[in-house]
């Protein structure tokens, strides 16, 4: 209701972010680029804590794409959201509507003490890396562009390997029969590859040939399925450099007790990050 006397008591932005991709590989109408890349993020509202606990929306992506639009209003289409922007957004969504601080658990690898560890997101956000997507990868006379995942394909791989997990549950039945476990087999590594063809294929923004341009996905991951086993493997190589290049770096920890220095991964738990502090 644009005329609620109370709409100036609404939630106001509690900080700007900064996307890393600097607002590209966003397709028109996903998101409304500001001047200085600097975007407003809203805390949580009680209905996104509620969405972001219903287990079924949690799985299949929408409840993150519902909280992400809803607490960044510049953000009109979350499931195009690059990969290398995501980390970001949800860190920011936890500050605005938590604070900076957040207590993780960590176990030294030393002497195996278990302590409470208080981590500024803020420090968190700032070692955040942007990718360089800007190098081009020559495979012949072909020339490979590459973009990163969007969250819609990120969040399709995620489900095919959590089927595959159940697979392999499956397969460790003792009722089961042996024919029916090699079947099933299979049919799972079938299913694995494709996923990661696809997921190459989703990886490379165009492809320029001699006379010709390729950007349909369904043709890309066609040459990735039929071309030599040594170009695959140098494509899904470069992907892999470029994702871990992006990734939140480990975390340098000094244990408490014995006072070694060692590293803790962090990695953001779609299904807890939020819960832990409410």
């Given amino acids: 209701m644009d005329n609620n006397p109370l709409k100036q008591y609404f939630r106001q932005p509690a900080i700007y972010?900064?996307?890393?991709?600097?607002?590209?590989?966003?397709?028109?109408?996903a998101l409304d680029l500001t001047p200085d890349n600097q975007y407003p993020v809203l805390p949580m509202t009680t209905m996104d804590e509620i969405t972001y606990r219903t287990p079924d929306a949690l799985f299949n992506g929408n409840a993150v794409t519902a909280v992400i639009q809803s607490c960044m209003?510049?953000?009109?289409?979350?499931?195009?959201?690059?990969?290398c922007d995501l980390d970001t957004i949800l860190v920011g969504i936890r500050i605005a509507s938590y604070g900076h601080a957040m207590t993780m658990t960590t176990s030294c690898p030393g002497c195996q003490n278990t302590s409470d560890y208080?981590?500024?997101?803020?420090?968190?956000?700032?070692?955040?890396?942007?990718?360089?997507?800007?190098a081009a990868m020559e495979v012949g006379d072909l020339e490979l562009h590459f973009e990163p995942l969007t969250y819609r394909a990120m969040n399709e791989s995620s489900m095919a390997q959590f089927r595959e997990q159940k697979t392999i549950q499956v397969l460790q039945d003792q009722n089961v029969t042996d024919e029916d476990k090699v079947t099933r087999l299979g049919e799972m590594l079938k299913?694995?590859?494709?996923?990661?063809?696809?997921?190459?294929?989703?990886?490379?923004?165009?492809?320029?040939?001699?006379?010709?341009?390729?950007?349909n996905k369904d043709q890309i991951t066609e040459w990735l399925s039929n071309c030599d086993r040594a170009v695959f493997n140098r494509v899904r190589?470069?992907?892999?450099?470029?994702?871990?290049?992006?990734?939140?770096?480990?975390?340098?920890?000094?244990?408490?007790?014995?006072?070694?220095?060692?590293?803790?991964?962090?990695?953001?738990?779609?299904?807890?990050?939020?819960?832990?502090?409410?």
């Fill in 17 to 29: 972010v900064s996307l890393p991709s600097q607002g590209e590989f966003y397709p028109e109408g």
């Fill in 237 to 278: 190589d470069h992907v892999m450099s470029v994702k871990r290049d992006s990734e939140i770096q480990p975390l340098q920890i000094t244990c408490s007790q014995c006072q070694k220095q060692y590293e803790q991964p962090f990695t953001l738990d779609m299904s807890n990050f939020f819960a832990a502090a409410s």
């Fill in 118 to 134: 208080e981590l500024d997101l803020r420090s968190v956000m700032d070692r955040m890396r942007p990718p360089d997507y800007s």
């Fill in 73 to 83: 209003p510049n953000i009109r289409d979350a499931w195009s959201i690059p990969a």
């Fill in 191 to 215: 299913t694995l590859t494709a996923a990661t063809v696809r997921a190459l294929a989703d990886s490379i923004r165009v492809i320029r040939a001699p006379g010709a341009q390729v950007s």
